[in-house]
């Protein structure tokens, strides 16, 4: 079986224009999204509505394809560039273009999904830290959670807290159970990706504003594969901000260790 990952990568944003090319200690972030996962995978393109962003991805020797500007989302924006680059590939993974710290092992989980042959869309989750501070965790609508089957299979994704805990003071919730976060990396079968981003936008999906949502809605089997690993997502000034303290903290840590 062979994986292609697709990085959706847009210039603009409405909170961090230029996002995919800010850069992270001598790197555009595009570039070491790219770097973290191409060892993983068979073949690794950028997907792009903007010049500055391809070209900035050719210089560092990577492959990128110019795509649309009226995708709604990064799976529409995957399937154009499938059907541009990928025939071939029998997966495609759809990676988030601003989480430059996505661990390999990570991309392997997903990948391992697909050992069931009936997966048709594959994704990732998380158990919050049963002493971690419930109102950055179950309480933020940021951060969607997931509930799934014994089969490893989604239920439901939602921006509330699921499930509700009857009896119990929420405070004590995540030491009653435990929840999970969903991590927003997901791989697709190339004729299942062909299928869901035909698909008009769903009730469920506009309430909660979660693409996910359309596809459970329509029939689709999302196989959930867990992760103890966190991620740095970028979505603000202040976020790369603090991506690149991390960096620079971990080069130290490195540096000091071959000493």
Known sequence: MKFIGIIPARYASTR???KPLADLLGKPMIQRVYEQVRGSLDAVCVATDDTRILEAVQAFGGQAILTSDQHRSGTDRCQE????????FD???NIQGDEPFIHPEQIETLKRCFDDPSTEI???AQPFDADGDFEQTLFNPNSPKVVFNKRMEALYFSRSIIPYIRGEHYTQW???HTFYKHIGLYAYRAE???AITALPRSPLEIAESLEQLRWLENGFRVKVGLTNQSTIGIDTPEDL???VEFLRMRKTCKNTSER
């Open 16 to 18: 961090f224009p230029g």
């Open 81 to 88: 560039a499938y059907e541009k680059v990928g025939q071939g």
């Open 192 to 194: 299942t990706l062909r």
């Open 91 to 93: 997966v495609v993974v």
């Open 122 to 124: 594959a994704t990732l």
């Open 241 to 243: 901000e603090r991506a």
């Open 174 to 176: 995540l030491h009653q």
